[in-house]
T-cell receptor, first 113, second 114 residues
Framework: ETGVTQSPTHLIKTRGQQVTLRCSSQ?????VSWYQQALGQGPQFIFQ???????GRGNFPPRFSGLQFPNYSSELNVNALELDDSALYLC????????????FGAGTRLSVL | GENVEQHPSTLSVQEGDSAVIKCTYS??????FPWYKQELGKGPQLIID?????GEKKDQRIAVTLNKTAKHFSLHITETQPEDSAVYFC?????????????FGRGTSLIVHP
């Protein structure tokens, strides 16, 4: 186990709704990255947070937003859900001044109906 | 941005055979190349990685090679076992000081038949 925990494990929403996903980092890690993994695809980078500030962002619209808290846990918020947002959302924690190795949680499976 | 191509998409082998998965990348600034294994219902788990100052790295039955000139890298699994069955992802990332943001390939589904 990586020590990265995500909640909830599964979620069903309808189009237009908003969702918040949560991630608890591995102890001692100060960087959190979020990825979207569509069925049959590799993870796609959404954004990364370091010390509560966004440290990089992928090609996702502004309705995808995030937060990192002082204890390095993190949230991913998605507004105005679309059917194509259905995917596995993965959180990965790492140590910015370390090797850069990212440790992934098991993910949250989001279904948008 | 970085683009990572991975082949094959599916690989079926008999137990004890070797398996090879190949990836190419586009950004010459990439200097960190991790490989992840993802089992059903789980997140990706790092199995081996290589940095651009090294051409080859081995860990028991797993080895990775890197050709920076050709911009390709490969994963080699020897003496495959049924528990090796999973989806494998390669990734490439520029970065330093731990600020790695990997771009992933589309994955290879490895099936090892007993």
């Amino acid at each position: 186990e990586t020590g990265v925990t995500q909640s909830p494990t599964h979620l069903i929403k309808t189009r237009g709704q908003q969702v918040t996903l949560r991630c608890s980092s591995q102890s001692g890690h100060n960087t959190v990255s979020w990825y979207q993994q569509a069925l049959g695809q590799g993870p796609q980078f959404i954004f990364q947070y370091y010390r509560e500030e966004e440290n990089g962002r992928g090609n996702f619209p502004p309705r995808f937003s995030g937060l990192q808290f002082p204890n390095y846990s993190s949230e991913l918020n998605v507004n105005a859900l679309e059917l194509d947002d259905s995917a596995l959302y993965l959180c990965a924690s790492s140590l910015k001044t370390g090797s850069g190795i990212q440790y992934f949680g098991a993910g949250t499976r989001l279904s948008v109906l | 941005g970085e683009n990572v191509e991975q082949h094959p998409s599916t690989l079926s082998v008999q137990e004890g055979d070797s398996a090879v998965i190949k990836c190419t990348y586009s950004d010459s600034a990439s200097n960190y190349f991790p490989w992840y294994k993802q089992e059903l219902g789980k997140g990706p788990q790092l199995i081996i990685d290589i940095r651009s100052n090294v051409g080859e790295k081995k860990d028991q039955r797993i080895a990775v090679t890197l050709n920076k000139t050709a911009k390709h890298f490969s994963l080699h699994i020897t003496e495959t076992q049924p528990e090796d069955s999973a989806v494998y992802f390669c990734a490439a990332s520029p970065g330093s000081g731990g600020s790695y943001i990997p771009t992933f390939g589309r994955g290879t589904s490895l099936i090892v038949h007993p």
